[in-house]
C-alpha cells in the first residue's frame, strides 16, 4: 500500500476511533471475512474510511470490544457507505 493507513489494533486506538468516526458525516465500511476452520466465517478485518484518513481494525484482537462502534454504526444520521 502506497497511502497511508492506521493500523488499530488497542482498545485505546479502537476508542480514539470511535471519537473520531463519531465526528464525522459520512464514512465507508468495509469488511474481509476468514472462513477457513470455520463453518460459518467470521470478520477478521474492518476497514474505515473518511475524506480524511483511513482506518484498518484488527477485529481479531479487538473481538471483545468491538461493540464500542455500536453507536456510531447506529446513528441514523450518520452516512455509512459500502465499499
Known amino acids: 500500500m502506497s497511502a497511508p493507513y492506521n493500523w488499530v489494533d488497542t482498545d485505546a486506538q479502537l476508542e480514539h476511533l470511535t ?3 463519531g465526528e464525522e458525516k459520512a ?6 471475512q ?3 476452520w470455520s463453518f460459518l466465517g467470521y470478520t477478521a478485518l ?7 484518513e483511513d482506518y484498518l481494525i484488527d477485529t481479531v ?3 471483545d470490544v468491538m461493540g464500542m462502534l455500536r453507536p456510531v454504526f447506529a446513528n441514523p444520521s450518520m452516512c455509512k457507505i459500502s465499499m
Not at 464514512?27 to 474481509?32: H, L, N, S
Not at 474492518?46 to 480524511?52: A, C, E, G, I, L
Open 19 to 21: 471519537r473520531f468516526l
Open 27 to 32: 464514512f465507508a465500511v468495509d469488511t474481509e
Open 34 to 36: 476468514h472462513s477457513v
Open 46 to 52: 474492518m476497514q474505515n474510511s473518511t475524506q480524511k
Open 61 to 63: 484482537a479487538l473481538h
